[in-house]
C-alpha cells in the first residue's frame, strides 16, 4: 500500500523540485504539500468511478495516509503523473498539459488491461428468435 507521500515524491520528481539529496519535502514545495491531499481524494473518486467500485471511500488527510483500496501499479505508475498535472495547472500550462496527458494514456492503458465482468445476457426482444411475433 502507497502513502499520499510516496505519490507526492514522484510527482516531485517528475517536476524536478527534488532538494540536492533527493528529498521532496522543502521550502520550495509546501505549497505543493498543502494541495496534494485534496488532488489524491479527486484521483482516488476517479479511479473509483472508472473501476465500477460501489459506495463512498475514506479519503486522505494526511500525507502520511495510506491510499486505500488502490492497486500499487497505479498508485504509483499513474497517479504521480495527474498529481504533477494538477498542482503546475497555473504555474506552467505547458507542464502541466503533458503531465495530464500522460495520467490520461496510463491511466486509459491501466482500465483497458483490466478484466470484463462475465454474466448472463437477457434476452431483450421477447421470443422473437422463436418466430412467434413473425407472420412472414
Known amino acids: 500500500m502507497r502513502t499520499v507521500r510516496d505519490i507526492f515524491t514522484s510527482a516531485m520528481g517528475l517536476m524536478d523540485e527534488l532538494d540536492a539529496q533527493g528529498g521532496a519535502r522543502h521550502a520550495l514545495t509546501e505549497e505543493y504539500e498543502r494541495r496534494t491531499p485534496g488532488i489524491v481524494n479527486m484521483m482516488i473518486s ?11 471511500f475514506t479519503g486522505v488527510e494526511q500525507m502520511e495516509d495510506t491510499v486505500l ?6 498508485a504509483i505508475g499513474v497517479m504521480h ?10 504555474e506552467n500550462p505547458a507542464a502541466a498539459s503533458f503531465y495530464e496527458q500522460r495520467y490520461e494514456e496510463l491511466r486509459n492503458m491501466y482500465f483497458a488491461r483490466q478484466r470484463a465482468d462475465e454474466g448472463q ?10 418466430g412467434k411475433f413473425g407472420r412472414w
Open 46 to 56: 476517479e479511479y473509483r468511478v472508472m473501476a465500477g467500485l460501489p459506495g463512498s
Open 69 to 74: 483500496k488502490i492497486d500499487d501499479a497505479y
Open 81 to 90: 503523473y495527474g498529481l504533477a498535472a494538477n498542482l503546475l495547472v497555473d
Open 121 to 130: 445476457i437477457g434476452d431483450m426482444y421477447g421470443g422473437i428468435e422463436f
